[in-house]
């Protein structure tokens, strides 16, 4: 157990919904990363956000965003679903002197 | 700008044998490097990692790595591969400077036949 929760482990909607993934970081941990995980493109970086401030950004789509509150958790937010949006979407806490991320066991969303 | 290169989509060894797995990276300042394992419907798990110091890292489950900045390389190994073994394996790069995103390689899958 990493100590970062992701919920839902699974989703299924269809095209052009919205759905928002959530994630809780390991206690202590104030940086939140988000990945997306498919076949085609691997491991992609989404964004990155410390302590309620984006820090980086990656391959993050405009119909995306996210945000972290207050009490650290964040959560991504996904728009007008395509079907090429069907993927795996991990979020990662770090410990940020060395730099490892712990990774949550991820959220499945399938879109039809 | 940091990259991997995973060489080697799919990697097949006996159980037993050698397990070799092979990552190059790139990166403009000096990296911190990590290897980290999925098995089937988890999340990513740290197998190792290279900040400073010693060269040859030592992991979990009997895996080890060995940064060779001469080759920009951090292949991971371990000397008898158990069926346990079976999963993706990836190899991520960090730099010291600017965003402390992880970048990943593309990811080996790894067989262990019995």
């Known amino acids: 157990d990493s100590g970062v929760t992701q919920t839902p482990k699974h989703l299924i909607t269809a095209t052009g919904q919205r759905v928002t993934l959530r994630c809780s970081p390991r206690?202590?941990?104030?940086?939140v990363y988000w990945y997306q995980q498919s076949l085609d493109q691997g491991l992609q970086f989404l964004i990155q956000?410390?302590?309620?401030?984006?820090?980086a950004k990656g391959n993050i789509l405009e119909r995306f965003s996210a945000q972290q509150f207050p009490d650290l958790h964040s959560e991504l937010n996904l728009s007008s679903l395509e079907l090429g949006d069907s993927a795996l979407y991990f979020c990662?806490?770090?410990?940020?002197?060395?730099?490892?991320?712990?990774f949550g066991e991820g959220s499945r969303l399938t879109v039809l | 700008a940091q990259s991997v290169t995973q060489l080697g989509s799919h990697v097949s060894v006996s159980e037993g044998a050698l397990v070799l797995l092979r990552c190059n990276y790139s990166?403009?300042?000096?990296?911190?490097l990590f290897w980290y394992v999925q098995y089937p419907n988890q999340g990513l798990q740290l197998l190792l990692k290279?900040?400073?110091?010693?060269?040859l890292v030592k992991g979990i489950n009997g895996f080890e790595a060995e940064f060779k900045k001469s080759e920009t390389s951090f292949h991971l190994t371990k000397p008898s591969a158990h069926m346990s073994d079976a999963a993706e394996y990836f190899c991520?790069?960090?730099?010291?400077?600017?965003?402390?995103?992880?970048?990943f390689g593309q990811g080996t899958r790894l067989t262990i036949n019995p």
């Open positions: 990662a806490s770090s410990v940020l002197t060395t730099g490892e991320l712990f």
């Open positions: 206690s202590g941990d104030l940086s």
């Open positions: 956000y410390y302590n309620g401030e984006e820090r």
């Open positions: 990166s403009s300042v000096p990296p911190y």
């Open positions: 290279y900040t400073t110091g010693a060269t």
């Open positions: 991520a790069v960090r730099g010291l400077q600017g965003a402390q995103k992880l970048v």
